[in-house]
């Protein structure tokens, strides 16, 4: 079950960051530092507002609606967050026409944050309730289908002049049209229970639900907006220090790494957390740690050796995929933000499944307010002396007393269990891979060369995994590939 559902989101999330991996490559060719500075400034905030206003929506979605659709009740929920997102919103935009009306920030940038805000959030609750409801695929074509829009939008964009506004309308315009895509399908097809929403309306909205979803989410809200002042903070402070050029640079260096290690954890939890879920609503608290140990294995089985590759390529990454300006100075950052990414992986990805599954998410707030307020304090020290150099070292710092602190509380919760023989074995795989990258890493790289280091590495990694079997590698595909086998066999029968 695992790894189809890992395959499913593989190959969505997958195309989805080849095109992100080209929208890096062609933005930093054709827009200034400072230009990309400002777009990141923008989604930054942008960001804030959405884990203030509408996370909570999203970790509802993923926590109650297997359990409300197994009790013919899901109408009720997906009502009530409607009728709650709805409210948000007229308040956001009340909100946004104060700012305007009094001129506190310039009207572009503050219009760009609104309607990013606005757009991310609606797309991000369909995902959400797709892949709660297990539809891997039409999930995947809905996320492929906004980074095309998205991409070609920016292009064209770009082209006319208008800079950083570009990304931001392009962004917009994917998510936009993508749901339009999907609402048109719910309501043909009635396949996805999204037209629900529609359908119900107030009718069905419940007042004592709404407390308890506000009591499962707030706390993880306050933690995520934590959250964010680890992750995004820099990129403020860095912009009030040091100016949008070197957010710019900060940024991109971030945005590429990203793609890589955190885009492959995040397809492991897409696919892996709904069944853990599954599994503690239905068979209880040992199937659920049975599934998460088994989850944690599949989660360092990719992370572990994209951090390593990461970091044994840097220069020749940086030098292929981002432009001159860009690559210059971010190839001296690109390995330390490699580790950055797989601890905030194993963070978000494992650890807080305790406060998630243990239902105690109102303890997971203290982790990130530590390491949050130890983030914006070694920012303001390190960023003045430092620059970019501090904002990433900081980071890492908060990231490392994070993982401490939630690891701590969160095994007096929901203890998780850690596959150590996995682990020791992936860590082992990945070394034998990375060292002769290392020795191959070069600052005048070639998209060939890349390519080619590229599979080196996968192909050593594969036959070391393979060898050792790690998480019973050999009898999981050979399962997979029996299913696909037969499935392909019975699309032939007349």
Same mark, same amino acid.
């Given at each position: 079950?695992? %790894?189809k559902? @890992?395959? +499913?989101y *593989?190959? =969505?999330?997958?195309?989805? $960051?080849?095109l992100?991996?080209?929208?890096?490559?062609?933005?930093?060719?054709?827009?200034?530092t400072?230009d990309?500075?400002?777009?990141?400034?923008?989604?930054?905030?942008?960001?804030?507002?959405?884990?203030?206003?509408f996370?909570?929506?999203r970790?509802?979605l993923?926590?109650?609606?297997?359990k409300?659709?197994?009790?013919?009740?899901?109408?009720l929920?997906?009502s009530?967050l409607?009728v709650?997102y709805?409210?948000?919103?007229v308040f956001l935009?009340?909100?946004?026409v104060?700012?305007?009306?009094?001129?506190?920030?310039?009207?572009?940038?503050i219009?760009?944050?609104?309607?990013?805000?606005?757009?991310?959030?609606?797309?991000?609750i369909v995902?959400?309730?797709?892949?709660?409801?297990l539809?891997?695929? %039409?999930?995947g @074509?809905? +996320?492929? *289908?906004? =980074?095309?829009i998205?991409? $070609?939008?920016?292009?064209l964009?770009i082209?006319?002049?208008l800079?950083?506004?570009?990304?931001i309308?392009?962004?917009?315009?994917?998510?936009l049209i993508s749901?339009?895509?999907?609402f048109?399908?719910?309501?043909k097809?009635?396949?996805?229970?999204?037209?629900?929403?529609?359908?119900?309306?107030?009718r069905n909205?419940?007042y004592?639900?709404?407390k308890e979803f506000?009591?499962?989410g707030?706390?993880?809200t306050?933690t995520?907006?934590?959250s964010?002042?680890?992750?995004?903070?820099?990129?403020l402070?860095?912009g009030?220090?040091?100016?949008?050029?070197?957010?710019g640079?900060?940024?991109?260096?971030y945005?590429l790494?990203?793609?890589?290690?955190?885009?492959v954890?995040?397809?492991i939890?897409?696919a892996?957390?709904?069944?853990?879920?599954?599994?503690?609503?239905?068979?209880g608290?040992?199937?659920?740690?049975?599934?998460?140990?088994?989850n944690?294995?599949?989660?360092?089985?990719?992370?572990?050796?994209?951090m390593?590759?990461?970091?044994?390529l840097?220069?020749?990454v940086?030098?292929?995929?981002?432009?001159?300006?860009?690559?210059?100075k971010?190839?001296?950052?690109?390995s330390?933000i490699?580790i950055?990414?797989?601890l905030?992986?194993?963070k978000?990805?494992y650890?807080?499944?305790?406060?998630?599954?243990?239902k105690?998410?109102?303890l997971q707030?203290?982790?990130v307010?530590v390491?949050?307020?130890?983030n914006?304090?070694?920012?303001?020290i390190?960023?003045?002396?430092?620059?970019?150099?501090?904002?990433?070292?900081?980071t890492?710092?908060s990231?490392?007393?994070?993982?401490?602190?939630?690891?701590?509380i969160?095994?007096?919760?929901f203890?998780?269990?850690?596959?150590?023989?996995d682990?020791?074995?992936?860590?082992?795989?990945?070394?034998?891979?990375?060292?002769?990258?290392y020795?191959?890493?070069?600052?005048?790289?070639?998209?060939?060369?890349?390519?080619?280091?590229?599979?080196l590495?996968?192909?050593i990694y594969?036959?070391?995994?393979?060898?050792?079997?790690?998480w019973?590698?050999?009898?999981?595909?050979?399962?997979?590939?029996?299913?696909?086998?037969?499935?392909?066999?019975?699309?032939?029968?007349?």
């Amino acid at each position: 079950m695992l %790894i189809k559902h @890992i395959f +499913s989101y *593989f190959i =969505s999330k997958g195309l989805t $960051g080849i095109l992100t991996f080209v929208g890096i490559a062609l933005y930093t060719r054709m827009l200034t530092t400072a230009d990309y500075g400002e777009y990141a400034l923008i989604v930054a905030t942008a960001t804030l507002i959405n884990a203030i206003l509408f996370q909570w929506i999203r970790l509802v979605l993923l926590r109650f609606l297997s359990k409300y659709k197994k009790e013919k009740s899901e109408h009720l929920l997906l009502s009530t967050l409607c009728v709650s997102y709805i409210v948000i919103l007229v308040f956001l935009i009340f909100v946004t026409v104060l700012i305007s009306f009094f001129k506190l920030i310039s009207f572009h940038f503050i219009i760009s944050i609104l309607l990013f805000t606005i757009s991310q959030s609606l797309f991000e609750i369909v995902l959400e309730i797709l892949r709660s409801s297990l539809y891997a695929n %039409i999930y995947g @074509i809905l +996320s492929v *289908f906004k =980074s095309i829009i998205s991409l $070609g939008a920016s292009l064209l964009l770009i082209k006319v002049g208008l800079g950083s506004v570009a990304l931001i309308i392009g962004s917009v315009l994917g998510a936009l049209i993508s749901l339009t895509f999907i609402f048109i399908l719910a309501f043909k097809k009635q396949k996805v229970s999204i037209s629900l929403l529609v359908s119900n309306g107030l009718r069905n909205f419940d007042y004592k639900l709404l407390k308890e979803f506000l009591t499962y989410g707030i706390p993880l809200t306050a933690t995520l907006s934590m959250s964010f002042i680890i992750d995004q903070s820099d990129r403020l402070l860095l912009g009030w220090f040091a100016g949008k050029s070197e957010v710019g640079v900060y940024s991109v260096a971030y945005d590429l790494t990203q793609q890589t290690i955190i885009t492959v954890m995040m397809v492991i939890n897409l696919a892996a957390y709904p069944l853990c879920v599954r599994a503690l609503e239905t068979k209880g608290v040992e199937a659920a740690r049975k599934q998460v140990k088994s989850n944690v294995t599949a989660l360092l089985l990719v992370s572990i050796p994209s951090m390593v590759g990461m970091v044994a390529l840097s220069d020749s990454v940086s030098s292929t995929v981002l432009g001159r300006d860009f690559s210059e100075k971010s190839s001296g950052i690109v390995s330390v933000i490699a580790i950055v990414a797989f601890l905030q992986g194993v963070k978000v990805y494992y650890l807080d499944h305790s406060f998630q599954l243990g239902k105690k998410t109102n303890l997971q707030f203290y982790p990130v307010l530590v390491s949050g307020v130890l983030n914006v304090i070694l920012n303001l020290i390190l960023i003045p002396l430092y620059k970019i150099q501090g904002a990433v070292y900081a980071t890492l710092i908060s990231y490392i007393v994070a993982i401490f602190l939630s690891w701590r509380i969160g095994k007096g919760i929901f203890p998780l269990p850690f596959p150590f023989k996995d682990f020791a074995k992936i860590a082992i795989c990945s070394l034998l891979m990375g060292v002769p990258l290392y020795f191959l890493n070069s600052a005048q790289e070639t998209l060939y060369g890349l390519l080619f280091k590229i599979l080196l590495g996968a192909f050593i990694y594969f036959i070391a995994i393979y060898s050792l079997n790690v998480w019973d590698i050999k009898y999981r595909l050979g399962i997979f590939v029996n299913k696909t086998s037969k499935n392909k066999q019975g699309l032939r029968l007349p």
